[in-house]
């Protein structure tokens, strides 16, 4: 029987969303406490953001330090060194502003504080039995959805493996939904971001996990994503930048209530193997999956198709072609075929894909894209 309602919610208890909120952020992690971590990427200090905060947070009269990322995804390694520099100053808090890299790595470090093991033991299925210390999520990319979940994704470059660390705990306190930060983004992070959003709406919609509160979540965020994306890239308008900001935030809570499918399943093997972007994997595997999982969300896939006013395969592949993303994996050898098998059928996003996947569905996502 489909469920109205998942067996338990779990949403950040406090959203701000209001152009320019992130003025706020030293009222807000206030409460917390004086001190406190704020995480971020290069682009945060090359928009100025960064001589913004700490003239705000001077006048609060409170004392954060900032660590910021190198590129790439986030690692067990660089999660120890953020709980070290939290340690070293007595934090109360930590935010996180940036794309999903940056939110799962302040989040994993604020979840993990006062953990007496190292994040590897979490990885790796350990209970975590400390609580942590706040996290404030404030995301400047549309796309991971992460501000909205209590799962980090993280890599370990030595295992070649990229999984989750997931507690309930972990989710933020509270989130700030900014537009004004998605302004002046990269054509290329706008694009791969959005499309990781609609395939992660796409999952949620399809999951044999869903219920209809995910579903309605999905729904609207594959309708503003879909509406919003390619205007957002061409003019940059404020009211597409919302529809996308929103169709995130949308798609992480509703991924986060029903798990993913199997595009997440072999993205995260992949992404490790090859160092591709994450959001660039999930949109060339998306017309893949829409193929395989067919015979099966018939129903579910009419109503896709009508919120997005067209066949959905054609339009995805649609706009595929007009953001000009194809495969960056055409032509090379497929490496460590074994390994990509054996993550992505044991991945629990396969576990929730509406098909069984088999290791000949596999085989065909990788024939798709290589």
């Not at 905060?53 to 590129?71: D, G, I, T, Y």
């Not at 705990?169 to 989130?175: E, G, I, Q």
Request: charge should be positive; include cysteine.
């Amino acid at each position: 029987m489909h469920s109205l309602f998942p067996k338990e919610t779990c949403l950040p208890p406090k959203i701000l969303y209001q152009k320019g909120c992130l003025a706020e952020l030293a009222k807000e992690t206030a409460p917390f406490g004086p001190r406190g971590i704020i995480v971020h990427g290069a682009s945060f200090e090359k928009k100025g953001l960064k001589e913004t905060l700490v003239e705000s947070f001077r006048s609060s009269k409170l004392a954060p330090e900032f660590f910021c990322r190198a590129q790439g995804e986030p690692t067990l390694e660089e999660i120890e060194r953020v709980i070290r520099k939290g340690r070293e100053v007595r934090a109360n808090w930590i935010v996180g502003i940036g794309g999903g890299s940056v939110l799962d790595l302040a989040k994993a470090a604020a979840g993990l504080f006062h953990a007496k093991e190292q994040p590897a033991y979490y990885q790796e299925g350990g209970e975590l039995r400390e609580k942590g210390i706040p996290f404030i999520a404030v995301p400047t990319t549309a796309g991971s959805g992460s501000e909205a979940t209590s799962n980090a994704v993280i890599i370990n470059p030595e295992k070649k493996v990229k999984l989750s660390i997931r507690h309930q705990d972990f989710l933020a306190r509270k989130v700030l939904l900014d537009v004004e930060l998605l302004q002046g983004l990269p054509f290329s992070v706008m694009c791969q971001s959005g499309m990781d959003a609609w395939v992660q709406a796409y999952e949620s919609f399809i999951s044999k996990y869903a219920t209809w509160f995910s579903e309605n979540f999905a729904l609207k965020a594959i309708q503003l994503i879909n509406r919003h994306l390619i205007p957002a890239l061409t003019n940059g308008r404020e009211e597409d930048l919302n529809g996308l900001l929103l169709g995130s935030f949308f798609s992480g809570i509703a991924f986060s209530h029903s798990r993913l499918g199997v595009i997440h399943g072999i993205a995260h093997p992949l992404g490790v193997l090859y160092g591709v972007p994450h959001g660039l994997i999930c949109s060339v595997c998306f017309a893949p999956s829409i193929k395989l999982n067919l015979p099966v969300i018939r129903q579910k896939y009419e109503v896709m198709s009508q919120t997005v006013g067209m066949d959905l395969l054609k339009r995805v592949t649609g706009v595929l072609a007009e953001l000009k993303i194809s495969s960056p994996f055409k032509g090379k050898a497929i490496l460590e075929k074994e390994m990509i098998l054996r993550e992505t059928l044991k991945s629990g996003s396969t576990a929730a894909n509406p098909k069984p996947v088999t290791p000949e569905d596999v085989l065909f996502l990788l024939d798709e894209i290589f």
